[in-house]
């Protein structure tokens, strides 16, 4: 009937009107830098969860930098062993996943030319210096233990502090050089690491050197942390569901 089509259309219109004086979802913020990986707090401390994130991410950086300078020390102690293939190999499985892990962030416009500037500043000083003194042929050994600990170094892990202060959430360049570090440098070095000391500990009485072990220590809790990180990639797990996985699952 023709009221009844009229009073169909007009309900139709009022619908549609409706629809119009909705409001417009907010645009999505493709530049975003933070991390698709959060711990949820599931428990109420009395302190700004605020802290609570930079206090994670400044035990991370600690964490970080406290591995390079083991394997720095590592490196040093090879060196003076006489062990110079397995040193070089090991400088380079420090120096490559940075490298390959740069790449991948530069392929998703993530990572810039300053990024590759802080990843090979160290290591270009370390080997400049080693040239220097082979060229000049000092045999002054505290030089040379210096410039071989310098090619273990990086800058990352406090550039992601700074970077990730703010708010106290990972960004994404973190996420991932931690991503690759743990899942292929911690893996190489700790090999290494394990062959020379069993090598030592073949032919010495008093077992493997401790920083050695320290080392090893350091590169396994590097291979749990990267692995379970990505295991919940794009999850918010809680802090159980976090260690349960960590030590029953990831842990080497």
Do not use: N
Request: charged residues 15%; glycine residues 6%; aromatic residues 10%.
């Amino acid at each position: 009937q023709p009221g009844g089509q009229m009073f169909i259309y007009e309900s139709l219109k009022a619908e549609e009107g409706s629809c119009d004086e909705l409001p417009t979802p907010a645009p999505v913020d493709r530049g975003t830098r933070t991390s698709t990986f959060t711990l949820e707090m599931t428990w109420d401390t009395g302190v700004p969860r605020l802290y609570v994130r930079r206090m994670l991410r400044i035990c991370s950086a600690l964490f970080l930098s406290a591995d390079m300078y083991l394997d720095g020390g590592v490196l040093v102690q090879l060196v003076g062993e006489g062990l110079h293939v397995i040193a070089a190999l090991m400088a380079l499985s420090i120096l490559l996943p940075q490298l390959i892990a740069w790449l991948f962030l530069r392929a998703h416009s993530m990572a810039d030319c300053w990024g590759l500037l802080r990843i090979l500043l160290f290591p270009i000083l370390s080997g400049s210096l080693l040239l220097g003194l082979w060229l000049s042929s000092t045999r002054i050994h505290h030089w040379r233990s210096i410039a071989v600990f310098l090619a273990a170094i990086s800058l990352e892990p406090w550039t992601a502090l700074i970077a990730s202060w703010k708010d106290g959430h990972e960004v994404q360049e973190s996420f991932w050089t931690a991503v690759v570090e743990g899942t292929m440098e911690a893996p190489s070095s700790c090999a290494l690491t394990l062959y020379v000391a069993m090598l030592m500990s073949s032919v010495r009485s008093h077992g493997p050197p401790l920083l050695h072990s320290v080392s090893t220590l350091t590169s396994l809790f590097s291979i749990t942390s990267a692995s379970t990180k990505l295991h919940f990639y794009g999850e918010k797990p809680s802090w159980g569901e976090y260690l349960l996985v960590s030590v029953l699952v990831k842990f080497p």
